[in-house]
T-cell receptor, first 112, second 113 residues
Framework: SQQGEEDPQALSIQEGENATMNCSYK?????LQWYRQNSGRGLVHLIL?????REKHSGRLRVTLDTSKKSSSLLITASRAADTASYFC????????????FGKGTMLLVSP | DAGVIQSPRHEVTEMGQEVTLRCKPI?????LFWYRQTMMRGLELLIY????????DSGMPEDRFSAKMPNASFSTLKIQPSEPRDSAVYFC???????????FGPGTRLTVL
C-alpha cells in the first residue's frame, strides 16, 4: 500500500515547545503534503513538498523530506494551544494516475 | 469563494433508510473527491470525479453506495439502504488537479441507528 503512516500516533506538549511528527511511506512519490484537522472539522492543507525538495518552511512550520528513507517530518516551532489538532501526511505515487493517500494522523495536544 | 459546502452537517437515520449527502465544490475546480473517515480505518477515498465524470469508484464499499455529479457545481453520495456500519464522517473535497492541494468541506456526520 502507498499509505503514509504518521508517528507518533499521539503527542502531548506544553505551549512554547516544538512538536515533531514523522511520516513514512512505501513507494516513490511525486510530492508529499501535510494537512491539519481540528476536531469536528475538515482537513486543511498546510504545505506541499516535492520529491526533489529536501526542506520547506511556512511560518512556524518546517517540513523535511528524505526520499532515500521514504520519510518526512513536520516540525511546529513555538507551539500554541491553537495548534491542537490531528496532522496527516498525504502522498501521491509516481506510478500512473495517483490520487492522494492519507495516513491515519498524529493527534497533537498543546497544553497552555 | 465560500469553500466546499456540504449538507447536511449531521444526519441521524434508521437502518434501511436512504441517505443522500450533498456537496458543492469550489468553483473552477475540476476534481471532486468523496471520503469517509472512521477511527478504525482513517480517511478512505470512496470515489472521485474529473470534469463531472466518475474516474475511480474502487473505494465504494458496496452497491448500496452510489455517487453522481450532474454538473460542475453539485455532487451527491447516496446510501440505500443504510446500515449501522455506515456511520462515519463523510467528506467532500475538491482540487484543481489530481494530486494537488485538496480543499475539504466541513463533513457530514452520519449516524445510522
Amino acid at each position: 500500500s502507498q499509505q503514509g503512516e504518521e508517528d507518533p500516533q499521539a503527542l502531548s506538549i506544553q505551549e512554547g515547545e516544538n512538536a515533531t511528527m514523522n511520516c513514512s511511506y512505501k513507494t516513490s512519490i511525486n510530492n508529499l503534503q501535510w494537512y491539519r484537522q481540528n476536531s469536528g472539522r475538515g482537513l486543511v492543507h498546510l504545505i506541499l513538498i516535492r520529491s526533489n525538495e529536501r526542506e520547506k518552511h511556512s511560518g512556524r512550520l518546517r517540513v523535511t523530506l528524505d526520499t532515500s528513507k521514504k520519510s518526512s517530518s513536520l516540525l511546529i516551532t513555538a507551539s500554541r494551544a491553537a495548534d491542537t489538532a490531528s496532522y496527516f501526511c498525504a502522498t501521491d505515487a509516481t506510478r500512473g494516475y495517483s490520487t492522494l493517500t492519507f495516513g491515519k494522523g498524529t493527534m497533537l495536544l498543546v497544553s497552555p | 469563494d465560500a469553500g466546499v459546502i456540504q449538507s447536511p452537517r449531521h444526519e441521524v437515520t434508521e437502518m434501511g433508510q436512504e441517505v443522500t449527502l450533498r456537496c458543492k465544490p469550489i468553483s473552477g475546480h475540476d476534481y471532486l473527491f468523496w471520503y469517509r473517515q472512521t477511527m478504525m480505518r482513517g480517511l478512505e477515498l470512496l470515489i472521485y470525479f474529473n470534469n463531472n465524470v466518475p474516474i475511480d469508484d474502487s473505494g465504494m464499499p458496496e452497491d448500496r453506495f452510489s455517487a453522481k455529479m450532474p454538473n460542475a457545481s453539485f455532487s451527491t453520495l447516496k446510501i440505500q439502504p443504510s446500515e449501522p456500519r455506515d456511520s462515519a464522517v463523510y467528506f467532500c473535497a475538491s482540487s484543481s488537479g489530481l494530486a494537488r492541494e485538496q480543499f475539504f468541506g466541513p463533513g457530514t456526520r452520519l449516524t445510522v441507528l
